[in-house]
């Protein structure tokens, strides 16, 4: 599903990412952990494609398509979804009209109709009751007022509507009561299947209790420096990132 | 290490965008009859003639024409009108209808122009109970639902058929609100004015549905000089609707219009306008010059005035639909949207006299500037020295779509006695990159992002327009927006 090899990326000149490889296939959870200013949200940025960051090498295949090709929104229709960290404010945008646009507009990349607008409303309601949205919510501005965990609640909604291939969470647990946390980790659960696959970044254990991982790895300094199964995350745990900065470190 | 690009879309859409083309550009071929240009006194006379008018019209014309001569036209504007010359504008434009018979039918030509600019004339194929009085060029070319509206004894018609059937009516509000006097382009209008709409609501008549002028520029070097008198007697109601196009020309072509609004006893008025003139191409050559004078009288005590404006048309705009706060109790609003792109200069804003006590008036004013555009906000707020228990409130918005373009604001405030309050809000900011990275990702393009962005920045006015007319005005923000963020 998604092949990264030797990804290097910048901002501002600054060289962030320095040859990252990870492969994905569908049906898999892939956690990525490590210490702050390892790089971990850049990559979610720039396989998004956020302009913000510049592409200096490397390759990104996507479900067979070179994903580095194609614009920030035709990367979303082929699939690609990103959990926010920050879930920005709209205001005066409401969820409806949002949630509308961004779903015809899918269904326009396809070749299909725009979806009807009771048909729209059915698949609204059903999609907001996996996070517990409430109606409330749904019919407010963009993410305008929302506290941290009903921003993060929202985003999994919109996981939910667009239904993507591969989704990346970026520390969707930051700021998350444990109950808010629940929510949105059943809501991950729910829509897994052994079509599509996840990527969750973060940067504590504590997801990962109730969204289980697969493959974890640690990045650190721009490259991935330790792959493992679930183990990893609970030795990470235990142990803290030092060991692995001092292993890397010392072998540099 | 290979250098790789980032995707160079988004930049593509915009060049394909920016020469987009303003959608009602088209010209109708139809025989016009147009008075030679130049202007002087036997101009006046012979639109006056044309007419047919009384002679207590053509007396105000020619006084409004005579003191015309003596003024100059305003340049405190942040707007650069150049030296118009106004000996060579054709101040008469009116498309020759063919008559048949009894009935006045309308010409197919002229009925095919309005269908394309999404107004039937014929009642029958309106999708909801709107009435329109259709003005081309100089002329109104039809008002529906005219027979309807009679039975509650509301009127509406041209301008030209009220002086004619309601000379009275006319001759007691004309220029009452707006005297000739008021100002360069007030006067100009006042000597030459050749149709418009007429609005009377009886006491006591909340009218059904909304009335409406489509203003339609065609003519080649003239100009457009409306006029529109509404009155609203004790206890009515009348929501008023404007709306306005004109072809794409490499010259530049002056309207000139007035609008004047009188509210009695405990009546209220809301008049809307999506102006839509053409604001010239996307290097600044032609379009529309947009100078106009709308005042309304709120002589009734609780009476009320509701101006919302969306302003996204013209090369130049220079308006302040205004509140006079007569009556005690009374009240005055302004909603606006004004946005400009390329080259556009939008001047506008409002004023707000408070003359009665207790009279409130709010102000919600949102600027939109893209490309090389100057919007500015002019407005004026003065409470008289004996309108006690006065309030105001202003909200005074701008958004910034480019590094190029500029936001002003030209606020005055005068308070004439300290029972009385006034609140001044004002924010300017730039479209914000994460918003429309966040729309991107969820598979929204640039152009559509800022066009939902932007109607969303604008809610709060598009909120008061009525349902008909919000849909194509917000169709109209995002469609004026194109190539507006590089």
Known sequence: MLIIKDLQASIEDKQILKGINLTVKPGEVHAIMGPNGSGKSTLSAVLTGNPAY????????????????????????????????????????????????????????????????????????????????????????????????????NEIFQMAMLEPKLSILDETDSGLDIDAL?????????????????IVITHYQRLLDYIKPDFVHVLYKG?????????????????????????VDSQQ | MKEIEKPEKGN???????????????????ETEVIPKGLDEGVVRRISALKGEPEWLLDFRLKAYRHWLTLKAPTWGHVHVPDIDYQDIS??????????????????????????????????????????????????????YRERLAELGVIFCSISEAVKDYPDLVRKYLGKVVPYTDNFYAALNSAVFSDGSFVYIPKGVRCPMELSTYFRINAAQTGQFERTLIVADDDAYVSYLEGCTAPMRDENQLHAAIVEIIVEDRAEVKYST????????????????????????????????????????????WKYPSCVLMGDHSVGEFYS???????????????????????????????????????????????????????????????LLSDTSGAHTFPVIEVGNDTSVVEHEATTSKINEDQI???????????????????????????????????????????????AVG
């Open chain 2, 91 to 144: 101040y008469y434009a009116a498309p020759r209808q063919k008559k048949e018979g009894e009935a006045k039918e309308i010409d197919p030509e002229l009925k095919k122009t309005f269908d394309k600019l999404g107004i039937p004339l014929e009642e029958q194929l309106r999708l909801s109970g709107m009435a329109v009085d259709a003005v081309m060029d100089s002329v109104s070319v039809k008002t529906t």
């Open chain 2, 274 to 317: 999506v102006q839509n003139w053409y604001p010239g191409d996307k290097d600044g050559k032609g379009g529309i010059y947009n100078l106009v004078t709308k005042r309304g009288l709120c002589r009734g005590d609780h009476s009320k005035l509701s101006w919302t404006q969306v302003e996204t048309g013209s090369a130049i705009t």
């Open chain 1, 223 to 247: 490259r991935i420096v330790m792959s493992a199964g679930p183990e990893l995350a609970l030795e990470l745990e235990d142990k803290g990132y030092d060991w692995i900065k001092e292993q």
């Open chain 1, 54 to 153: 510049t592409v200096t090498g490397g390759s990104v295949e996507f479900n067979g398509k070179d994903l580095l090709a194609l614009s920030p929104e035709d990367r979303a229709h082929e699939g690609l979804f990103l959990s926010f960290q920050y879930p920005v404010e709209i205001p005066g945008v409401s969820m409806v009209n949002f949630m509308r646009t961004a779903l015809n507009e899918k269904r326009k990349y396809f070749g299909q109709e725009p979806l009807s607008a009771a048909d729209f409303l059915k698949l609204m309601r059903e999609k907001r009751s996996i996070v517990q949205l409430d109606n409330k919510l749904a019919s407010r501005a963009v993410n305008e007022g929302f506290s941290g965990g009903e921003k993060k609640r």
């Open chain 1, 182 to 198: 629940r929510i949105v980790a059943s809501g991950v659960n729910t829509l897994k299947s052994k079509d599509n696959a996840t």
């Open chain 2, 437 to 483: 990275f966040y729309c991107n990702q969820r598979g929204i393009s640039t152009e559509d992002a800022v066009g939902l962005i932007v109607n969303g920045y604008a809610k709060e006015v598009m909120a008061k327009l009525p349902m008909e007319f919000a849909v194509e005005a917000q169709k109209l923000l995002s469609v004026s927006l194109e190539g």
């Open chain 2, 12 to 30: 593509q859409i915009i060049e394909e965008a920016a020469q987009a083309e303003y959608k009602y550009g088209f010209v109708t071929d139809i």
């Open chain 2, 337 to 399: 949207v004004a946005l400009t792109n390329n080259w556009q200069e939008a001047d506008t804003g409002t004023k707000m006299i408070h003359l009665g006590k207790n009279t409130t008036s709010t102000i919600v004013s949102k600027g939109i500037s893209a490309g090389h555009s100057q919007n500015s906000y002019r407005g004026m707020v003065k409470i008289a020295p004996k309108a006690t228990n006065c309030r105001n409130f202003t909200q005074c918005d701008s958004l």
